[in-house]
Nanobody, 127 residues
Framework: EVQLVESGGGLAQPGGSLRLSCAPS????????AGWFRQVPGKEREGVSC????????YYSDTVKGRFTISRDAAKNTVYTQMNSLKPEDTAVYYC????????????????????WGQGTQVTVSS
């Protein structure tokens, strides 16, 4: 397991933007598939985006496709998610996750496929 640290959460207005960052401790993240999940109280954790380690291909859930962009900066050893056109329903705790063997495909994301997790960062979209 790798310790992951998220940053960049906060308050945004509807239609606004935020960028979340995920950095590992003691590992090179480019050797891992990395993804973002989100969770609101009383609901299951939802996988929203993933970037593969081998070819950099990405996956997005239908709820964020076209608005969120996941990327990685190998030099900074960091994975980002740029969140644009934010909606109140994007309000959640966002978690970074990673796994060295996973390949994210178009059939969705499962929590059980990821072996390393961050502590989460709160994103609130409200006017």
């Amino acid at each position: 397991e790798v310790q992951l640290v998220e940053s960049g959460g906060g308050l945004a207005q509807p239609g606004g933007s935020l960028r979340l960052s995920c950095a590992p401790s003691g590992a090179t993240l480019r050797y891992y598939a990395a993804g973002w999940f989100r969770q609101v109280p009383g609901k299951e954790r939802e996988g929203v985006s993933c970037i593969n380690r081998s070819d950099g291909t990405t996956y997005y859930s239908d709820t964020v496709k076209g608005r969120f962009t996941i990327s990685r900066d190998a030099a900074k050893n960091t994975v980002y998610t740029q969140m644009n056109s934010l909606k109140p329903e994007d309000t959640a705790v966002y978690y970074c996750a990673a796994d060295p063997m996973l390949y994210c495909a178009d059939d969705g994301m499962s929590e059980g496929d990821f072996t390393s997790w961050g502590q989460g960062t709160q994103v609130t979209v409200s006017s």
